[in-house]
């Protein structure tokens, strides 16, 4: 019987490798992790880690957040609030498609003013920096809480607060006597009078829009507020996918007096579920302490039910 060609044997030989890597890797394989996943234990996760009510609806996943917030974006008191995301719209609603940080860096720390024609919401080229959104966060949650919502490097400015940020021009460039200084942070037309009436003898002005200080040397100033803040880090800041479900214990303490008032328990019961559903570190070492806020508002409306003008979760 003759012999098949080489290379006709090669692309056989290529052929039955390619079955039966795909019968293994394409069907073998994915149908023995479903069947690992349905195993007790592992099917909840398989799942998607999905969240009832108590009339068995699904409203949520322990593993996504959620806003609990109302049609205007405000928040809703009776709830225990996430970590600022950016799946979060200004209208209330969470789109979990919307996944990512805002590429907002420890370097942004100067606002791009709006036009004084348009205002904020109506400028698309305006944008605030990382630091004015720390700081708008740091004041609204501190006057949400009734606690200070101070913090280094953050000022109060017109209606809100902002970074507190310098351009400083200096005679030689970046050398030499300081010759201007000019609040970036706050506009002429949004502010009486800048933060700090003069810096090394120098009177501070207000920022105008469309004038270029590209020239000026970027100077934040840190203030005298405490370098431990009463609103926690988390608070203000989204995480890394904008979808983390949980807060730090020390936000949720943060939160307790407000949500034991509007659902009329006591702080102490409200800290005890808190206590439920704080997880610790992974291994005993890795990662710190949190809390989920879905699984603890869900219980929340199970053990202490707010009324119908709360809004149920999900």
């Known amino acids: 019987m003759a012999r098949l060609p080489r290379w006709v044997s090669q692309h056989l030989a290529a052929l039955r490798a390619l079955l039966v890597l795909t019968a293994v890797t394409g069907i073998l394989y994915p149908l023995a992790v479903l069947a690992v996943a349905q195993l007790p234990g592992l099917d909840h996760k398989a799942e998607g880690s999905l969240v009832y009510d108590e009339d068995g609806a699904v409203v949520g996943s322990s593993l996504l957040g959620q806003s609990f917030?109302?049609?205007?974006?405000?928040?809703?008191?009776?709830?225990?609030?996430?970590?600022?995301?950016?799946?979060?719209?200004?209208?209330?609603?969470?789109?979990?498609?919307?996944?990512?940080?805002?590429?907002?860096?420890?370097?942004?720390?100067?606002d791009a003013l709006p036009d004084p024609a348009l205002g904020w919401d109506g400028d698309e080229l305006a944008t605030k920096s990382l630091l004015t959104q720390v700081c708008e966060r740091s004041y609204a949650i501190g006057e949400r809480e009734g606690v200070d919502g101070s913090r280094p490097y953050c000022t109060?400015?017109?209606?809100?607060?902002?970074?507190?940020?310098?351009?400083?021009?200096?005679?030689?460039?970046?050398?030499?006597?300081?010759?201007?200084?000019?609040?970036?942070?706050?506009?002429?037309?949004?502010?009486?009078?800048?933060?700090?009436?003069?810096?090394?003898?120098?009177?501070?002005?207000?920022?105008?829009?469309?004038?270029?200080?590209?020239?000026?040397?970027?100077?934040?100033?840190?203030?005298?507020?405490?370098?431990?803040?009463?609103?926690?880090?988390?608070?203000?800041t989204a995480s890394g996918s904008g979808l983390d479900p949980h807060i730090s214990p020390e936000y949720a303490e943060l939160q307790t007096a407000r949500v034991a008032a509007e659902r009329g328990a006591s702080t102490e019961d409200v800290e005890a579920l808190v206590e439920e559903h704080t997880t610790g570190r992974f291994l005993g070492f890795m990662g710190d302490p949190a809390v989920n806020v879905v699984e603890l508002n869900l219980a929340l409306d199970s053990v202490f039910p707010a009324g119908d003008e709360a809004g149920p979760v999900g």
């Open 69 to 110: 917030t109302d049609e205007d974006g405000n928040a809703i008191a009776a709830y225990f609030q996430s970590r600022p995301s950016m799946a979060a719209g200004e209208n209330g609603d969470y789109d979990p498609l919307v996944s990512g940080a805002s590429n907002l860096g420890p370097e942004s720390v100067v």
């Open 156 to 236: 109060e400015s017109g209606a809100g607060a902002v970074g507190a940020v310098l351009g400083v021009f200096y005679a030689e460039g970046t050398t030499g006597d300081v010759v201007r200084v000019v609040s970036l942070n706050e506009a002429c037309d949004a502010v009486a009078a800048p933060f700090l009436a003069e810096y090394e003898g120098v009177p501070v002005e207000c920022a105008v829009y469309g004038e270029d200080y590209a020239a000026a040397i970027v100077t934040p100033v840190e203030g005298d507020a405490s370098g431990e803040p009463a609103v926690p880090a988390d608070a203000v």
